[in-house]
């Protein structure tokens, strides 16, 4: 708002001054010395960003213009003269609201004191829940609509931007996002003191969700380790959830991405990308390696006859030449194979198919 405001002020005409047998300037309050510079900013065709005020200011302002007659012109030169004397003194300004202020220290204070500040303003009869809610990604607002009844989801997406609300009505079940959208045409009639109290409902509840530790789940953190962990580790401690927790050691298992998953679910013109970021003498030892166990000599097969002739020949060749690998040394290849693989997909680079997708 500053920057529109400081435009707008820019348009602001010097008042010419009064004659000499005017009237001496009328005493003003602040509150109308306030309508008056809006009235002369509009009258100046300023286009002036007021709905991002407070709701409270907007109406004062607009209740004290509708209050006001006629401003004497030696009156109004004084509040023009006055304001922008103010306007000059000025050496810092300030983001207004707390949503604002917690934008400027974001970064400097904790999570949980951002967290206690926007609660306590959630409880102000002034604040408004939505301005927090509408600022929000999909993601953070999905698990509460989730859990919140239709006529409650309705409201929420109808409060939301558009694009935003589409996102959410996406990712809902298909009953679910059916009945959510009939129950939107039926919120005509809410009064705004009610789609406050759901959002100031829906803020605490955001508000109240303890922050995660961890950006990933414990499944694809689990997965991850598992990943590049030797191959008796692996299936040692899949063993072990098994006896704990099947469900959970099958979830485990569809996160791993060995060396063995290359052939199904890395397509064959992305080998040459894994080839350019593995260091050569490391990808023979894999290969090498690999080709000593039944499982893994078919993804030696399908990584070289996926390059060029010349350079699989190459590879072959340099194949022969190596002696006997141990195994650690080959699993601490097969796995760099598979961190470059993983580094290619988190770039955007490759993308992994799922098990049993066609090439």
């Known amino acids: 708002m500053a920057r529109e405001s400081n435009i707008a002020l820019a348009r602001i005409h010097p008042v010419k001054p009064a004659p000499a047998n005017n009237l001496a300037p009328r005493q003003l309050s602040p509150r109308e010395k306030a309508a008056v510079i809006v009235r002369l900013m509009l009258a100046q065709g300023a286009n002036l960003p007021l709905s991002s005020l407070p709701e409270h200011m907007q109406a004062a302002i607009t209740e004290q213009m509708g209050q006001m007659r006629l401003v004497d012109r030696a009156t109004l030169g004084q509040i023009v003269d006055e304001f922008l004397g103010e306007l000059e003194e000025v050496g810092l300004s300030f983001p207004g609201g707390i949503e604002g202020a917690l934008s400027m220290m974001d970064g400097h204070i904790s999570e949980t004191a951002a967290n206690r500040l926007r609660r306590l303003a ?101 997965g991850a380790i598992l990943n ?41 013109r992305d080998v040459p990308k894994v080839v350019r970021v593995v260091d050569n003498e490391v990808l023979v030892t894999a290969l090498t390696y690999a080709t000593t166990k039944a499982d893994l000599a078919p993804v030696v097969e399908f990584i070289i006859s996926s390059l060029s002739q010349r350079m699989g020949q190459s590879l072959r060749e340099e194949m022969a030449g190596r002696g006997k690998i141990k195994d650690k040394d080959g699993e601490t290849a097969m796995s760099a194979v598979v961190t470059g693989i993983r580094q290619l997909e988190a770039a955007g680079e490759v993308i992994l198919r799922t098990e049993g997708e066609e090439d």
């Open 122 to 222: 959630g409880a102000s009869s002034k604040a408004d829940p939505w301005d927090r809610l509408t600022g929000l990604a999909a993601e953070r607002l999905l698990p509460i609509i989730d859990q919140e009844s239709v006529e409650i989801a309705a409201v929420m997406l109808s409060k939301l931007p558009v694009q935003k609300a589409a996102d959410l009505l996406s990712k809902m079940p298909g009953e679910r996002a059916r009945r959510v959208a009939y129950a939107m045409s039926m919120t005509a009639n809410v009064d705004p003191e009610t789609v406050r109290r759901i959002g100031i409902a829906l803020s605490a509840q955001l508000e109240n969700q303890a922050p995660k530790a961890f950006d990933a789940g414990p499944v694809e953190r689990i």
């Open 228 to 268: 590049i962990s030797p191959v008796l580790t692996r299936e040692d401690v899949l063993k072990g959830l098994d006896e704990t927790d099947a469900g959970f050691a099958e979830q485990v298992r569809k996160a791993l991405f060995t060396f063995i998953h290359i052939g199904s679910r890395l397509t064959a």
